[in-house]
């Protein structure tokens, strides 16, 4: 294996308070920033940028997105002045073809990016460009996207998705406590059974996911599950899948984040 290849990392991102709060999450955070191999770019890939067609960022400085309300004016005063690098962007466009990619010049970063990769890099030094999730694509196509993307990882590109494997916010329990829904810890596990698992898109399980049985409660949309499929699909044969962080919180939202490589 290159000494150059980069890992490729699925966080999973929580409440956007994480930015401002130091818990056991933002401490893996931290430690993965801290200990893997300095990238020379990142591209994130965020459950809350969700379109129709593919896009990625290709301005020189993207802005700091606040797509959230009722939290403390402390987090929409937070701004994650990373560089962008228009460069990455159109050999990501290129790399992703025949898929049409916007070469975006509005979006910036989400708080599912920015919110992780502050507390990996705080320094902002990194460049980092985004890419959008196709609403409209079926999910082996996600992890096709993934497969494509690989060769970034030895180029000294770091993949960081982020999302919830399980994220159904209708249904958390705003109490908190240790209560899991059992539906949710049910789909957890099964995606933690099934990480380490080759196989063709079409007949992986974590690709079919909405064929089991709590699929549909753990994720009543599937924006905040496919940027897994991007990581999984980003990985080299054999290459070790590890569980960097863990939890549930509130019931039904997954903290599980997975690192490839």
Do not use: C
Request: aromatic fraction near 8%; charged fraction near 20%; proline fraction near 8%.
């Amino acid at each position: 294996m290159s000494q150059l290849r980069m890992p490729a990392l699925f966080l999973g991102h929580g409440s956007p308070m994480n930015v401002l709060e130091e818990n056991r999450y933002t401490e893996a955070w931290r430690e993965a920033g801290e200990t893997l191999p300095r990238p020379r770019a990142i591209l994130a890939i965020s459950a809350h940028w969700y379109t129709r067609g593919t896009a990625i960022t290709a301005m020189e400085n993207p802005r700091t997105i606040h797509d959230f309300g009722g939290f403390p004016q402390a987090l929409f005063d937070t701004r994650y002045p990373a560089p962008g690098s228009p460069d990455l962007a159109e050999e990501i466009a290129k790399l992703l073809s025949p898929v049409p990619v916007q070469l975006d010049q509005e979006w910036g970063f989400d708080h599912g990016s920015w919110g992780v990769l502050i507390k990996m890099y705080p320094e902002a030094d990194i460049p980092v460009v985004q890419l959008s999730i196709d609403a409209t694509k079926p999910a082996a196509w996600h992890f096709e996207m993934g497969r494509k993307l690989a060769t970034l990882r030895d180029q000294g590109v770091m993949i960081v998705a982020s999302g919830n494997v399980v994220h159904n916010l209708r249904m958390v329990r705003w109490g908190g406590g240790d209560d899991i829904y059992p539906w949710a810890s049910r789909f957890n596990q099964f995606v933690r059974e099934n990480l380490a698992l080759q196989s063709e898109a079409e007949t992986h399980p974590l690709v079919n996911f909405m064929q089991h049985e709590g699929a549909s409660l753990s994720n009543p949309t599937p924006e905040h599950y496919l940027p897994l499929l991007y990581v999984l699909g980003a990985r080299q044969p054999d290459e070790p899948v590890t569980i960097p962080i863990e939890g549930m919180e509130l019931g039904a939202i997954s903290m599980l984040s997975v690192q490839v490589g």
